[in-house]
């Protein structure tokens, strides 16, 4: 049986192609510089330098992490839809965030389904209904192995009711 799967080299182009998408439609994410790190079909990690999100301490912004943290999220849901060429509109339902410790030098966000999420029963439930939510887990790592901040997330899909037809979206079904 021949192997369906999206190559590490796709799965990269298709990552880099979100963030691009990132940086045109979200003009807060351009000015962060937010940068594809590593995205491996099941995590997806961007990178943020501390220069323009420090704080008036000299360590990232609160809100700088938190955004980079939602980002990250909402990008794991939604290259896991254009890899199945799913159009929806894809939104943060509710999130919680934890900052547990400074964060002084340029930054990582990984994002991950929580361990009781899974994609079967999101790609199902949007099969059946057009509508579904999974939680994702994001954390930039700290000091000693440990996160310096988390995010939990439960983000949402919809189907469009009219199909997205900028050159984004045409690239993704690709």
């Not at 000693?144 to 690239?171: C, I, M, Q």
Request: glycine content about 6%; hydrophobic content about 45%.
């Amino acid at each position: 049986m021949v192997s369906t799967a999206p190559s590490p080299t796709d799965r990269h182009e298709a990552a880099q192609a979100l963030v691009d998408f990132i940086h045109e439609g979200i003009p807060l994410a351009r000015d962060m510089a937010l940068q594809l790190h590593h995205y491996d079909g099941e995590q997806l990690t961007l990178a943020a330098p501390l220069a323009p999100n420090v704080n008036d301490k000299g360590c990232a912004f609160g809100g700088s992490l938190v955004s980079v943290m939602t980002l990250t999220g909402w990008g794991l849901v939604e290259l896991a839809l254009r890899a199945r060429n799913e159009d929806c509109d894809v939104f943060v339902g509710e999130s919680t965030v934890r900052y547990l410790s400074p964060v002084w030098d340029d930054f990582l966000s990984a994002a991950q389904l929580a361990p009781e999420a899974d994609w079967a029963t999101f790609f199902g439930t949007l099969a059946a209904r057009g509508k579904a939510r999974i939680e994702v887990t994001c954390a930039v790592p700290g000091d000693e192995g440990k996160p310096a901040a988390t995010l939990s997330a439960r983000f949402v899909a919809k189907r469009r009711a009219h199909p997205r037809t900028d050159a984004t979206s045409a690239n993704a079904a690709k």
